[in-house]
């Protein structure tokens, strides 16, 4: 008997752990910017909803009910900007489906998946789970005229970066990967947290124009509505990829809860929470973003989503380290792959006395 977890990367959080115990000696406390896990407020429309869906006994269904499909495709019409008809499945949060997603697609030993160069490390991970080899890249090009080629990531908003693909960008990666009769995957979680620009949907009409052959949207309210601990995600395109993801799903029991699909319907139909929440992470982003400027700190990318992209031109974890002795605690870029060694990723998801600590911190 082997065992899979031979195969995997050290869980790179555990290699933070003398860095946070740092931090948490400071005479302040800890101010931890490293995981990006909400501490606002679950909406009440979102808590009033899981209340009155509380008492439902009976198994729910994988497929997910027909309000809540009904809900993820208004929502993917009017914030993805898709006007043909999309195929939808709720999941448990998204970071299982992007874990189990090349499995799931049936990818094997011997094809390849393509991930971008600096990226969220659970893309890597779904794929050794599959046995399949990873290639890093954000050129196709570069990639080139690789027949094994089953599945390519995207993600954009970037989770570290920020960065933000342009509707062009994405379409010839879409292009490029139809010829090659490839998947695409976009991992769109921070979609709704544009700053500098407005991202873009893989499933938009200026991307797909209403064709999502061979495209999947993978989507999480954990940011857009503070909900990472429910557990609510889901997957939206090409309706004959779904119906194979919902037919191997049934049988592994990847069940969203029934009264957190409930609750799923009502996050999805309210945007009035998710504008108070940009709210709060837009303003906590200008001070956090001044006080690293001010402190010596270059931004890079960083025109969406809950971080901020920062490097001291050094090895991130001297950055680490330096940030743990004012007592704050940022991820090191190497967590995200090997081009990310000086940087660090700064998260907005902190309170605002937290974030104002920080800001004073950085001060000196």
């Known amino acids: 008997m082997t065992t899979l977890s031979s195969a995997l990367p050290d869980f790179p959080w555990d290699l933070l752990e003398p860095a946070k115990a740092v931090a948490a000696a400071h005479p302040g406390g800890i101010v931890d910017l490293s995981v990006g896990t909400p501490v606002d407020p679950v909406p009440p429309v979102v808590t009033a909803a899981l ?28 914030a993805c900007g898709a006007s043909g008809e999309v195929g939808v499945l709720p999941t448990i949060g998204s970071k299982e489906l992007v874990a189990w997603l090349p499995t799931l697609l049936g990818v094997r030993p011997g094809d390849t998946v393509v991930i971008p160069s600096v990226c969220y490390p659970t893309y890597e991970v779904g794929v050794r789970l599959a046995g399949a080899t990873v290639v890093r890249s954000d050129s196709l090009t570069a990639v080139g005229p690789d027949p094994r080629v089953r599945l390519v990531w995207i993600n954009s908003p970037s989770n570290p970066t920020g960065r933000v693909l342009p509707a062009a960008h994405l379409r010839k990666v879409v292009a490029w990967a139809r010829e090659r009769g490839a998947v695409v995957a976009s991992d769109e979680c921070y979609l709704s947290l544009g700053w500098d620009t407005t991202p873009v949907s893989v499933l938009s009409d200026e991307v ?54 409930a609750a799923m319907v009502a996050a999805l139909s309210d945007e009035s929470h998710v504008a108070d929440q940009r709210a709060r992470y837009g303003a906590r982003r200008e001070r956090l973003r001044a006080a690293l400027t001010g402190a010596g700190f270059e931004i890079t990318h960083s025109e969406a989503g809950l971080y901020l992209w920062a490097s001291r031109g050094e090895d991130c974890w001297k950055t680490v380290d330096w940030l743990a002795a004012q007592g704050i605690l940022a991820a090191p870029g190497e967590f995200y792959g090997p081009a990310a060694g000086q940087h660090v990723r700064v998260a907005l998801t902190a309170t605002d006395e937290r974030i104002d600590a920080a800001v004073r911190r950085l001060a000196g």
């Not at 006994?57 to 009910?65: E, I, K, S, W």
């Not at 049934?250 to 069940?255: C, E, L, Q, Y």
């Open 51 to 78: 209340a009155a869906n509380a008492d439902l006994p009976g198994y729910p269904l994988t497929a997910g009910t027909r309000e809540v499909r009904a809900a993820i495709a208004a929502w993917t019409s009017t």
């Open 208 to 261: 797909c124009g209403g064709d999502y052959t061979g495209v999947l949207a993978v989507h999480s309210l954990s940011k857009r509505s503070n909900l990472a601990g429910y557990r609510a995600g889901f997957v939206a395109g090409d309706p004959a990829l779904v119906n194979e993801l919902l037919a191997v799903r049934k049988h592994a029991g990847m069940i969203v809860p029934g009264p957190v699909q």
